[in-house]
């Protein structure tokens, strides 16, 4: 029986993904600006041996819901939002094995700037650091930046394979690994005939500048990408290492883990090259009866508004604009394409109605939770593992911190008992343990292998 590997998901905001959880009474995530709230996260992650903490970013605000951003800052729905770098060097520095997953949009910032950040957290964290590939999907990010509206949904991705293949250039090729000397008597610290100028003239990016860092433990971050559309898919077998995806049945994880691995091969990179983690959320009790109750208590915290905001910005389709029961049936938009044909039947089924959404929002997301006592909830996630042929999970809160202890409490030392989940931490940087080869380097299977210097 393989192990499978969990990550704690969160965001550095109020409301991330089951909404109004934060007007629970035991809820302590209005505490986000406190870099306390974030070591203690970290430190009860570690506590559990998560394998790390995944953290979301948008750099725009759902206004697309009755057009205008008014129900999202009412609600607390992934606005107010502080950027997710900063509070890692704290967690990192509170916790030795703990892995961190962090978003960073590649469609509004340099890719030299971006190398500089990862390389610094890398080397801070002893190898510790992924970065999660987004290229967006709000107009409102756009204009925030400056521009009328955001890149066509292909050209975004098109954009970010060059993107990547420059940061690539800068993290793999710039340095050399015998570079630095720190030769004290022959006041050399590093050997220029060692260091090298990446030069980049394309159709997106040009630059022309030596990496501003040394060589960090994995050099290039572990890659994780969430795409799911075609063209997502496509991106993400190219280039990531873990895929995060949000499927509601093992069926549907199943299909969508062939089409990847399928895909990594074609790329030349084995279907070995790619780990799978589904979105879940948990509610547990020690009993049934707790996890149902507790369930209930939950519930009545839950926001639709917040829910509908968010899902209107994600989907690129104002929901206020139809009636309880008419089906969506807009099928194209700029936005989130495979959420999209969830909703309107693209992806088969029905189009869904806003009261079949709002149904479906148990906990204020789109998402519904697996309730129960520990055995079932590990049942469940086992069921999941092999039905799904996923490699884990990203486990979303609901009240926090509540949802993340009682899932290290009382989950944790089910899944290990029964040999599903690690007794410890194994040792290396983050690609190391996550892939259990190599040093932390990208394989030489990986596109950012063909840039370095040989
Ligand atoms: C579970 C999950 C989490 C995501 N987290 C983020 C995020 O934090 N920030 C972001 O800009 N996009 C996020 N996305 C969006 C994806 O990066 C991608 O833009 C989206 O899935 C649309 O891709 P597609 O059009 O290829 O389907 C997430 C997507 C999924 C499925």
Known sequence: MKTMQIYAFDMNCVGHINHGMWTH?????????????WVDFARTAERGKLDGIFLADIVGVYDVYKGSPDASIRTAA???????????????YATQHLGFGVTVNTTYEPPFLLARRMSTLDHLTKGRIGWNIVTGYLDSAARSMGLERQPAHDARYDAAEEYLEVLYKLWEGSW????????????????????????HEGKYYRMDGIHLSEPSPQRTPLLFQAGASARGQD????????VFIASPSPAGARSTVEALRQRAVDFGRGADALRVLNLITVVVGRTEREAEDKLADYRQHASVEASLAHYSSSIGVDLSKYGMDEPIEQRSTNANQSALAVVSGKAGGKALTPRQIIDQ???GSRQKPIVGSPQQIA?????WIEEGEIDGFNLARTVA???LRDFVDLVVPVLQERGLFKADYAQGPLRQKMFQRGDGRLPDSHPAATFRHR
């Open 176 to 199: 050399d690994d015998d570079a630095v000397l720190r030769d004290r008597q022959g006041g050399i610290f590093a050997d220029p005939s060692k260091v090298r100028a990446v030069r």
């Open 78 to 92: 992934q606005i107010p939002v502080n950027d997710p770098i900063i509070p890692l060097s704290a967690m990192a």
């Open 401 to 403: 911190p509540e949802s």
């Open 379 to 383: 049942d469940h996630l086992q069921m």
């Open 25 to 37: 009474p035991r809820d302590t995530s209005s505490s986000y600006t406190d870099l306390d709230y």
């Open 235 to 242: 991106f993400a077998a190219r280039h990531a290492e873990c």
């Open 361 to 363: 929002m148990v906990l």
